[in-house]
């Protein structure tokens, strides 16, 4: 009997243990696949399951928050949430407001075109005269790219990268510039639509950081690096994208 009241205390001492974990709030986009997308009403994907597998490491609960894209910097910024990842890019006007972790993938920004429509390359983007519309996510590298090296007049920006891939095959604008593998997931369905084999910009995937939070830096940095070295982060990688693609896009 005191054997059984023993191990009923212990059960009892690890759920109040649970129960009393501080929790970190991740904000994200979950219209990124495989990054974060849903599955029922669950979040999942590399992101998602590479912040479980920090929090674990931590100590802390995992508590994810869907939010538009262009909405995560300033919520990061201004610690409505603890730490944002979506696929998310370091990028200098980004530093200005947060900070990043360690970079733990790496993506690559595509270009998705109509099959029979006149861009065949990227180069045909920089031609002399041409004035295509290019549609991006808000927000993302790819809006950010597109509209320094073609302007706000040729750029439309989009809530979501579906709803960007949706308006090239109804043939309301020209092509659409997004990360290579949710590209590749949203375009699935269209017979209509291709990515050029060409990339846009090959760019680093980190954690956004509050600027002021130097000590949560410091403890995702710590338990990162050592899911990567322990090779955990490219196992979750590897779940969720193909081999070939998948050590391209594990950090090194």
Not at 63 to 85: H, N, Q, Y
Request: charged letters at 25%; one cysteine or more; glycine letters at 6%.
């Amino acid at each position: 009997m005191k054997k059984i009241i023993a191990i009923l205390l212990v059960a009892m001492l690890a759920l109040c243990a649970v129960a009393e974990a501080p929790v970190l709030t991740m904000g994200t986009n979950a219209a990124f696949k495989p990054y974060e997308f849903y599955e029922g009403t669950e979040i999942v994907g590399i992101d998602a399951e590479i912040a479980a597998a920090i929090c674990e490491k931590l100590g802390y609960q995992l508590e994810i928050i869907d939010m538009d894209f262009a909405t995560l910097i300033p919520a990061v910024a201004s610690g409505k949430i603890d730490f944002a990842m979506a696929g998310m890019t370091v990028t200098e006007e980004r530093l200005q407001s947060v900070n990043f972790s360690v970079s733990y993938a790496t993506g690559v920004q595509s270009i998705i075109v109509p099959v029979d429509g006149p861009i065949k390359d990227i180069d045909d983007l920089y031609a002399e005269g041409a004035a295509y519309t290019i549609g991006v996510q808000e927000g993302t590298t790819g809006d950010i790219y597109c509209t320094d090296d073609f302007g706000d007049e040729n750029v439309l920006k989009f809530k979501t990268g579906p709803d960007a891939v949706a308006a090239l095959a109804a043939g309301k604008i020209d092509c659409v510039v997004l990360d290579n593998n949710p590209a590749k997931a949203y375009i699935e369905t269209y017979d209509n639509l291709v990515l050029l084999e060409s990339d846009y910009a090959v760019e680093d995937y980190a954690i956004a950081i509050a600027l002021e939070n130097t000590e949560l830096k410091e403890k995702i940095d710590a338990a990162l690096n050592e899911l990567i070295a322990d090779g955990t982060v490219a196992e979750i990688i590897l779940k969720y994208i193909p081999i070939e693609e998948a050590e391209e896009a594990a950090a090194e």
